[in-house]
C-alpha cells in the first residue's frame, strides 16, 4: 500500500498500470463498451446493470482530476504536514481531511497495515512484537500528535460538527504485564472514543476497576457502539433493511441505544 509520507506518493488506484499507455487504456474502455452492446440479454440482468455502474464508478474515479487534486498532499504546507506528523498514520489523516473537503462520505484510517517486525500497538514484549517501551515513545506521541492534529484542523475549518471521528478497535491490552514484559490482547475492558458529529466533547462515559480489568461503571458493548455511530449520523434506530428472503433486519440489535451521555 503506498505510504502518503514519502515524497513520491501516489496512489495507484489513481494511476494505469505503467505497461499500459492512455491510448491503449481508451481503446480496451472502446472495445469493452462494444462487447457490452453485443450482449443484449445479460446486460437487461440486474447483475449486468450492477458491474456495469460499478466499472463506470472506478473508471470516472480514475479519470478525475478532482481525485487527484485530493490525494496530491504536495498542496499542503510544509508546517501542516509536519503538524500531522511525517509518518504514515499522520499523513494519512491529514489526506482523509483532504478526501472529506473533496465530498468523500466515508473514511478508515490502519493505525498499521501489519504487527510483525514493526514498531505498531501489538505490545507482547517479544520479537516480533512491540515493548512496552516502543509503544510508550514511538507509537503513541505519533498516534497523539496525528489526532490531535486532525482534530483541530476540521474544528478550524468549521467541519468538525458535521464529521463523526470514531477511534475503534476490537479488544484492549491486558491490565498485568506478561513474563516477556508485554501485554497481550484483552477483550473484558477497553475504551473507545470519539469527536464531532454532535458529540460533546471533554467527558469519559463509564470507569473499570482499579487496575483496568472489567467495567465497574456503565459498561457499553458493541452494539451501543453501533448505535452511537448511526445516532450521530442522523439514522432512525428502528429503521430496517432488506435481507435475505425479503425478510428485514434492524440496523442495531434489539434494546441497543446511543450512548446518549455523549449528546447531552
Not at 491503449?24 to 452492446?37: A, G, Q
Not at 455511530?229 to 434494546?255: K, W
Request: hydrophobic residues 35%; contains cysteine; proline residues 8%.
Amino acid at each position: 500500500m503506498a505510504d502518503p509520507s514519502k515524497p513520491n506518493f501516489k496512489v495507484p488506484d489513481l494511476l494505469p498500470p505503467s505497461d499500459i499507455p492512455p491510448v491503449r487504456l481508451d481503446r480496451r474502455k472502446k472495445l469493452r463498451s462494444i462487447v457490452d452492446e453485443t450482449v443484449k440479454s445479460f446486460e437487461a440482468s440486474d447483475n449486468a446493470k450492477l458491474l456495469d455502474s460499478n466499472f463506470q464508478a472506478a473508471y470516472r474515479l480514475m479519470t478525475s482530476e478532482q481525485a487527484r487534486q485530493a490525494f496530491d498532499l504536495s498542496k499542503e504546507p510544509k508546517k501542516v504536514r509536519e503538524r500531522y506528523g511525517m509518518s504514515r498514520f499522520g499523513q494519512c489523516c491529514l489526506l482523509s481531511r483532504r478526501l472529506l473537503e473533496a465530498g468523500v462520505r466515508f473514511l478508515t484510517i490502519n493505525t498499521f497495515l501489519t504487527v510483525f517486525d514493526e514498531i505498531t500497538w501489538d505490545i507482547h514484549g517479544s520479537k516480533p512484537f512491540t515493548s512496552i517501551a516502543g509503544m510508550r515513545d514511538i507509537v503513541a506521541p505519533m498516534y497523539d500528535k496525528a489526532y490531535s492534529a486532525l482534530i483541530t484542523d476540521l474544528a478550524d475549518r468549521g467541519m468538525l460538527e458535521d464529521t463523526l471521528v470514531c477511534n475503534l478497535q476490537e479488544f484492549g491490552r491486558t491490565p498485568r504485564v506478561n513474563p516477556a514484559g508485554g501485554r497481550d490482547h484483552w477483550p473484558q475492558c477497553f475504551s473507545t472514543y470519539y469527536a464531532g458529529g454532535g458529540i460533546q466533547g471533554g467527558r469519559a462515559v463509564g470507569k473499570s476497576d482499579p487496575i483496568g480489568g472489567v467495567p465497574a461503571e456503565r459498561p457499553t458493548d458493541p452494539g451501543d457502539v453501533a448505535a452511537t455511530i448511526f445516532h450521530s449520523l442522523g439514522f432512525d434506530l428502528e429503521t430496517e433493511l432488506p435481507g435475505p428472503a425479503g425478510r428485514p433486519f434492524p440496523i442495531v440489535d434489539f434494546g441497543k441505544h446511543e450512548v446518549k451521555e455523549l449528546f447531552a
